[in-house]
Nanobody
Framework: QVNLVESGGGSVQAGGSLRLSCVASGNTIESRCMGWFRQVPGKEREAVAGLYTGGDITEYADSVKDRFIISRDNADNTVYLQMNSLKPEVTAVYYC???????????????WGHGTQVTVSS
């Protein structure tokens, strides 16, 4: 089991930036995906970005390409999500997840964090 703790959420105006962090501890496994997902109350959880640790291959949802960047720091067991040019429609709770083989498919993830709220105002 991997313990994941997210941080970095908050409130920002449209056009601003935030960087989310996800610190992983426990039985981490290489050659798996680390992913970021988001969920708005009443809607299904959706994939935002994923990083395959077996080669640092990244994938993004079409809605965030060119604005969001997922990366990791191996030394700190931390995965980041840099979010730029934020829009009100990205307001959601953002979750970090680990363990999948397909980075943008939430069904394959075995560990999830508790989430961090991101609010973008117009």
């Amino acid at each position: 089991q991997v313990n994941l703790v997210e941080s970095g959420g908050g409130s920002v105006q449209a056009g601003g930036s935030l960087r989310l962090s996800c610190v992983a501890s426990g039985n981490t496994i290489e050659s798996r995906c680390m992913g970021w997902f988001r969920q708005v109350p009443g809607k299904e959880r959706e994939a935002v970005a994923g990083l395959y640790t077996g080669g640092d291959i990244t994938e993004y949802a079409d809605s965030v390409k060119d604005r969001f960047i997922i990366s990791r720091d191996n030394a700190d067991n931390t995965v980041y999500l840099q979010m730029n040019s934020l829009k009100p429609e990205v307001t959601a709770v953002y979750y970090c997840a680990s363990g999948a083989l397909r980075c943008l498919a939430d069904s394959g993830y075995t560990s999830w964090g508790h989430g961090t709220q991101v609010t973008v105002s117009s």
